[in-house]
């Protein structure tokens, strides 16, 4: 048993508006223990708990489409997309239906089974939801399950989309509480609280993760992960991404992470997390197979998969059906109804 001082302990934030379940919270110094082991025991922890509740051979294709682009009036200091920073993304207009129905049609023929939309707002309007909803009728009836990605969400805005059909709404915490001013200013850690309560409250999934690499010490990188484990219920999907230095951006000069502290991240968010779809989000094309092959090891099971993210690039689909193939996987295959 680890001891914790009260110091590093993070609350459980209760998502479901009902009774906090019974679980103890993690703690940020038991998962930093976990970062701190030998890496071998590290990898032989995650693993075991991945094979309790995954099938270790299969991985998850999710496609992304920005579906709005750019001209965010947010300052996310990683972030292409916001108009403050001069990185060349060109501001465009929310996508029409026949547009997003082509895109998604060739990433369900490229082998994806969700298809995750995404819009380069502080916080969509009514009126945008209606027409987000309409896309998200058009991503279903092709069988796809769907996503997307807008800012933060009101209440009856969620309900908009569940109604839609929408399965899972992605909105990440980013990092730790602690470091977080450091990376946003427009929007507090609270506000991203309070919309993963309304999507819960809807009924939609939740998509919960964020970013490493941003110069945050291990310390906050176990804090991040407390902070998304302790959601009651944790995200049935936990994106981690590693920053895309984006010239242009404040964030473009960092130093990059040691590739081994990503395993690691990875890691610990599937044993804090058993049954959480981990996904090996931005920043693959930078990391190189042999890393990539070593976060499906450390849990990491499902992946973006197409050309580009939403402003930059990702793997070809072909290297990452041959890597799937070379590590002995295959992609996972859902059938929705339509
Ligand atoms: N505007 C909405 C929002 O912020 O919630 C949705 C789109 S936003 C681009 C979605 C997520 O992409 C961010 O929360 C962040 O985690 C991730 N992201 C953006 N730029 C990134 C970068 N340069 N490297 C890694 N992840 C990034
Ligand atoms: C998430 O956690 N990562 C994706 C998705 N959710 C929307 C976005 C990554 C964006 C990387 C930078 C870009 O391409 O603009
Ligand atoms: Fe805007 Fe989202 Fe980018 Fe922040 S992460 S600047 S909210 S598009």
């Known amino acids: 048993m680890i001891e914790t001082p009260l110091k590093f302990q993070t609350p459980v934030v209760n998502l479901s508006k009902r009774a906090a379940t019974d679980d103890a919270p993690w703690t940020v110094a038991a998962i930093e223990a976990l970062m701190d082991l030998p890496f071998a025991d590290l990898m032989f922890q995650a693993q075991t708990i991945h094979r309790?509740?995954?099938?270790?051979?299969?991985?998850?294709?999710?496609?992304l489409l920005s579906v709005k682009t750019g001209g965010c009036p947010e300052d996310c200091a990683y972030c292409p997309q916001a108009a403050r920073y001069d990185t060349g993304v060109e501001a465009t207009k929310l996508m029409e239906c026949d547009e997003v129905l082509a895109a998604a049609k060739a990433?369900?023929?490229?082998?994806?089974?969700?298809?995750?939309?995404?819009a380069a707002w502080r916080a969509p309007k009514d009126r945008d939801i209606e027409k987000v909803a309409e896309l998200i009728r058009t991503v279903k009836s092709l069988g796809l399950e769907?996503?997307?990605?807008?800012?933060?969400?009101e209440d009856k805005q969620a309900q908009a989309l569940a109604d839609a059909g929408l399965d899972y709404y992605n909105h990440n915490l980013d990092t730790s509480p602690?470091?977080?001013?450091?990376?946003?200013?427009t929007r507090d850690y609270q506000d991203r609280l309070d919309t993963l309560v309304n999507v819960r409250g809807a009924g939609v999934k939740v998509c919960c993760g964020g970013i490493v690499g941003m110069g945050e010490s291990r310390q906050q990188r176990a804090a991040l992960i407390a902070q998304l484990a302790n959601l009651s219920p944790y995200p049935e999907s936990v994106p981690i991404n590693h920053l895309v230095r984006v010239k242009?951006?404040?964030?473009?000069?960092?130093?990059?992470?040691?590739?081994?502290?990503?395993?690691?991240?990875?890691?610990?968010?599937?044993?804090?997390?058993?049954?959480?779809?981990?996904?090996?989000?931005?920043?693959?094309?930078?990391?190189?197979?042999?890393?990539?092959a070593m976060c499906f090891m450390a849990g990491a099971n499902s992946i973006f998969f197409g050309e580009k993210l939403l402003t930059t690039g990702n793997p070809d689909t072909d290297a990452d059906l041959a890597l799937v193939k070379r590590l002995g996987m295959?992609?996972?295959?859902?059938?929705?109804t339509a």
Do not use: W
């Open 248 to 292: 242009g951006t404040p964030m473009a000069d960092l130093a990059p992470l040691d590739p081994l502290e990503f395993v690691r991240t990875i890691a610990v968010a599937r044993i804090t997390m058993p049954t959480a779809r981990v996904r090996l989000s931005a920043g693959r094309r930078e990391m190189g197979d042999a890393v990539q």
């Open 52 to 63: 309790q509740n995954f099938n270790p051979h299969e991985v998850e294709f999710a496609t």
């Open 107 to 118: 990433a369900k023929a490229a082998g994806a089974t969700r298809f995750c939309m995404g």
């Open 330 to 336: 295959h992609s996972r295959q859902v059938t929705t």
């Open 146 to 153: 769907s996503c997307a990605t807008l800012g933060m969400l």
């Open 178 to 185: 602690e470091f977080y001013g450091d990376v946003i200013t």
